[in-house]
């Protein structure tokens, strides 16, 4: 597609609920990165992948959550359990290398 | 690693000058991106920067000082539609591989 699209764009889960938010980034974008952004905050950084490779999670907040990019271009982050502070943006973004990244419009996660 | 500092809010008039500084320090750098943000809505790409200097762009202009790790975003005219938040985000490199870290955003306020 033309931009990074991301589904759902709205999820409310109950707490103890696993969820799964999707992206696609931009054809032949090589860096796919996934983003956490609380309201009135710019967004913290949970996860970077390399085509399929994940080089870096360090910012994922707990081992509740996991991302995936098993062919290099999709990519899902899964939240397992969900609690309220999971509530937030999850933003996804794409770029060709450390140039411009391209975002997508997030999925707002709220959990009740 | 990456530390990236910018104030959290501004306010400025209609038709007015506003200056928004960004400091940072790094591991590595391959650039930094100045990003505009609706409320709701996913960040937009306005300026980059790799040397030292200003970059001018219509009403948006952006600087770069290398040596002192600090940037900033000019907007001249200002209109109600710049009301927004605007992110600072470094390119570096980090255990050999890309990354792009955002500040938290300042949240400028343009009244009448």
């Known amino acids: 597609g033309a931009g990074v699209s991301q589904s759902p764009r709205y999820k409310v889960a109950k707490r103890g609920q696993d969820v799964a938010l999707r992206c696609d980034p931009i054809?032949?974008?090589?860096?796919l990165f996934w983003y956490q952004q609380a309201l009135g905050q710019g967004p913290e950084f949970l996860t970077y992948?390399?085509?399929?490779?994940?080089?870096?999670k360090s910012g994922l907040p707990s081992d509740r959550f996991f991302a995936e990019r098993p062919e290099g271009s999709v990519s899902t982050l899964k939240i397992q359990r969900t609690q309220q502070e999971d509530s937030a943006v999850y933003l996804c973004a794409s770029s060709l290398g450390t140039d411009e990244a391209f975002f997508g419009q997030g999925t707002r996660l709220t959990v009740v | 690693g990456q530390n990236i500092d910018q104030p959290t809010e501004m306010t400025a008039t209609e038709g007015a000058i506003v200056q928004i500084n960004c400091t940072y320090q790094t591991s590595g750098f391959n650039g930094l991106f100045w990003y505009q943000q609706h409320a709701g809505e996913a960040p937009t790409f306005l300026s980059y920067?790799?040397?030292?200097g200003l970059e001018e762009k219509g009403r948006f202009s952006s600087f770069l000082s290398r040596s002192k790790g600090y940037s900033y975003l000019l907007l001249k005219e200002l209109q109600m539609k710049d009301s927004a938040s605007y992110l600072c985000a470094v390119a570096g490199v980090d255990s050999g591989y890309s990354t792009l870290t955002f500040g938290k955003g300042t949240m400028l306020l343009v009244s009448p």
């Open positions: 920067n790799v040397l030292d």
């Open positions: 992948f390399q085509n399929e490779a994940q080089l870096d």
């Open positions: 054809s032949g974008h090589v860096s």
